[in-house]
Structure formats: C-alpha cells, structure tokens
C-alpha cells in the first residue's frame, strides 16, 4: 500500500533552495538531488518506516523520522500517519537541525 505525500511548504521550499543552490554549483547537480529525493519519497510512501526516529525531547518532534539520501548529504525529515507521509523539512547534513525543525 503506497501513503500520499503530503510536502509541506517549508519541506517544498526547502528542496526548491537547494536544488538552486546544487545547480549554480554543478551543471545537472539540482537534476540529480531532485531525481534521488524523488526515489527516496517513492520508498517512504511504501515502507513508512523506513528512516530512523529523529532523537528529541521537544513534544513537537516526537513523531518525526528521518531518512537520508544515500548518494547525496541531505536528509528528509517526515512524519508518518495512517495515510501519509508529511515530508517537514528536507535540509543539508551541515545545517543546524533542531532549530530548523521548528520552523515548520
């Protein structure tokens, strides 16, 4: 059973930035950030489990998994529900999570 994705604006904002960002830096960068965070969603809405719980104390964050791009430093930061996945947040592996989180 494959679960809607639901990328909330932040997440849609997010993935948008850095795909500017990876293609200002390398010709098809952008292109290839996009075509694995696709692979990776398309997995998530068939294995929800998939990524790892986010360790936090805040009550906010409490149900929030994260999944990394196997080729690329970014992580999605999602949470599952009974029919979908919230994608929250898709941010680089250099930037200062926690606070971004909240930010949702």
């Known amino acids: 059973m494959n679960l809607d994705l639901i990328i909330k604006p932040r997440a849609r904002q997010d993935v948008q930035e850095h795909a500017a960002y990876l293609d200002d830096q390398s010709a098809n960068a952008g292109d290839r950030f996009l075509a694995e965070l696709e692979h990776v969603l398309g997995r998530l809405a068939t294995f929800p489990a998939l990524g790892r719980p ?20 970014f ?4 949470r599952p529900t009974k029919t979908a996945i919230e994608v929250v947040r ?9 606070p971004l989180l909240d930010e949702q």
């Open 54 to 73: 986010w360790p936090s104390l805040s009550p906010a964050h409490r149900d929030v998994r994260r999944a990394v791009l196997p080729k690329l430093p």
């Open 90 to 98: 898709v941010l680089h592996h250099a930037q200062d999570v926690p």
């Open 75 to 78: 992580s999605i930061f999602y």
